[in-house]
């Protein structure tokens, strides 16, 4: 049997680490798990009740209501309504900082996390995942690029994906973030001691695909298949 291998890939907002985490597994047959999915079901959830997702009190209160299930083939549902497009509309993305400040919540959903990790090989991507969620991860990668990048990147995703957005709103709704992921108290954004730093400002998604699979061939002894 393949030995189990654990990957994370953390970074700041939109530094593609979804794009290629999901490649990656792809390749390798691994299951990849986005938690930042999560954090946005867990806010499509508070927003849908009608609450505000700044007041942490009553955002927590739904915890014991909120079911998620993150399907192999990439949709999300959230108390068995299909969110998939919901969780990328602007109003997630500009509330889910605070969601995923709160650390009931987080507790709650690294739960989950740690399950869908068990026994099986994960390319999991995230925020705390090298740092928390598995700090015994076979491979640690921190995904960066500059904010322009990201903002490009992001910007055109949401064209692909028909979401309206302007690029001065994206680049603010990156920066601001930024700010509150790396600032939160509970299990901020930081690179893991012994992560590998992924600069992907000047690559294309086949690079950082390729440079991901070198590190874990390196760290592990997996063979890559031919891609
Ligand atoms: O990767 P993303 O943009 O879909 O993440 C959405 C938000 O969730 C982002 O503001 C950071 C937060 N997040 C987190 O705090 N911890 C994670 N493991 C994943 C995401």
């Known amino acids: 049997m ?17 794009t290629v985490a999901k490649k990656v597994a792809a390749i390798l047959n691994y299951t990849y798990v986005d938690t930042g999915a999560m954090y946005r079901a867990f806010t499509w959830a508070v927003l849908q009740r009608g609450l505000d997702p700044k007041d942490e009190k009553a955002s927590c209160s739904i915890i014991p209501d909120v079911t998620m299930d993150l399907l192999e083939d990439g949709r999300v549902f959230c108390n068995d309504t299909d969110v998939t497009r919901a969780i990328r509309e602007p109003l997630v993305s500009s509330n889910v900082s605070y969601i995923a400040s709160y650390k009931d919540i987080r507790l709650a959903l ?41 903002a ?8 692909l994906k028909g979401i309206p957005t302007s690029m001065d709103d994206v680049i603010e709704d990156v920066k601001r973030r930024d700010y509150i992921d790396s600032h939160r108290a509970f299990a901020p954004l930081k690179p893991a001691a012994d992560s590998i730093e992924l600069d992907t400002s000047d690559l294309n998604i086949e690079q950082v695909v390729d440079a991901i699979l070198n590190i874990i061939h390196e760290k592990t002894g997996v063979e890559i298949p031919c891609h």
């Open 152 to 159: 490009k990147r992001r910007y055109d995703e949401n064209v």
């Open 110 to 150: 690294v739960e989950l996390q740690r399950k869908l990790a068990e026994s099986k090989s994960v390319v999991m991507d995230g925020r705390d995942i090298g740092t928390y969620v598995l700090p015994d991860a076979d491979v640690k990668i921190f995904q960066i690029a500059s904010v322009e990048t990201r």
């Open 2 to 18: 393949a030995k189990r291998v654990t990957v994370a890939i953390d970074g700041p907002a939109a530094a593609g680490k979804s």
